[in-house]
């Protein structure tokens, strides 16, 4: 009897090109913006594991099996005068997001206990405002940096909104904050559809003070909030050329009364495919999961680190929800991935060789 299944061609030249790329990323050859738009531009699913294996062989050879995990807490939440299309948080968007001033010290450290009994390196202190400027309020959130400093429960990071001013950084470095989270969200194209209330290049400007203070970059973006794939690629590469040491990936969650609330959300693997092409663009960085991967990818979660991510947002997000920390400690397990960072930290990542002050992110909720 004859079989009615169709069997599809193998693309010998396809597979032999990923292979050639993957290679050239091990022997640390950077590859080109062309090649790069070919990787996101893979439209089969063979081509798409080949490539997903790549990436975890660069995972691998890169960063070990050594999983960096972070989490977050909003000190100050909801009320902000921004006008970013995906958020919860904005003044401008009916949503049921929660809305309180300032938190005490107390809240902070209570969620650093929390960090540490997780194994969690990273705690940033994310505030839904524009941006810091000097006075009162910088003040007040320096002592929440030095307390946590001082108590050595996590390391003391934050996700602030834009700097203007170099004073502000510096600031914020001595008081021991060590990274700082301000995402590009996506293409310098696209970001106009994101947002309206601040620009691409205040972004990039904040970035400038931020490394000049001597602060690491943590800087990223959202995919599937109706972007192309060359803005993802295109993403990718202003990220590299910025010099960001980690990188996080948050998947739109669409939450009602934003703008965004009804943008058709991506498939999975094509969620998957993004992060191994960041994976080849930048093998040395740690490419990290955050907001809406419990949602978007369901149970293909643990593929992530296959596709090459090397970092987890673990917790709940700003106004989401994640997975409990101990089902994502089980995940890593499970797949024979250690979350202790301690001993691999940022040092093990190229000099960017750009020029600090001149290179070209805020908390994605
Ligand atoms: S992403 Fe940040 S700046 Fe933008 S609206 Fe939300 S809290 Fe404000």
Known sequence: MLSTMTVKSFDATDHARIA????????????????GRWLFDLGDTAD????????????????????????????????????????????LYQTDSPRYGLIEPDAVLAAADEAKANGVTGL???????????????DEICQRFEELKRSGKA????????????????????????????????SRRFYPQVCSS???????????????????ICSGGIIGMGETREDRCDLAFSLRELGANVVPINILNPVPGTPFANVEPLAPLEILQTIACFRFILPRQEIMIAGGRTVNLRDMQSMIFLAGASA??????????????????????DLGL???????????????????GHEMACASS
């Open 20 to 35: 050639e790329l993957g290679q050239g990323v091990l022997r640390g050859e950077p590859i080109s913006r062309e090649e």
């Open 48 to 91: 798409v594991f080949d490539l997903l294996s790549w990436a975890n062989r660069i995972r691998e050879h890169f960063k070990g099996n050594k999983i960096h995990l972070c989490s977050i807490v909003n000190v100050k939440a909801g009320g902000c005068s921004e006008n970013c299309r995906f958020c919860a948080q904005s003044v």
């Open 124 to 138: 940033g202190l994310v505030a839904a405002w524009r941006g810091l400027e000097e006075g009162p309020v910088l």
């Open 155 to 186: 390391r003391p990071d934050a996700s602030l909104g834009i700097i203007k001013d170099q004073k502000v950084a510096d600031r914020l470095r001595q008081a021991g904050v060590e990274c700082y989270n301000h995402n590009l969200e996506s």
């Open 198 to 216: 601040h620009t691409y290049e205040d972004r990039v400007q904040t970035i400038g003070h931020l490394k000049h203070a001597g602060i690491k």
């Open 312 to 333: 987890l947002m673990v917790g709940n997000y700003l106004t989401t929800l994640n997975q409990p920390v101990e089902k994502d400690l089980q995940m890593l397990k």
């Open 338 to 356: 250690d979350p202790n960072w301690d001993k691999h930290g940022f040092s093990d990542q190229e000099p960017c060789g750009c020029n600090p």
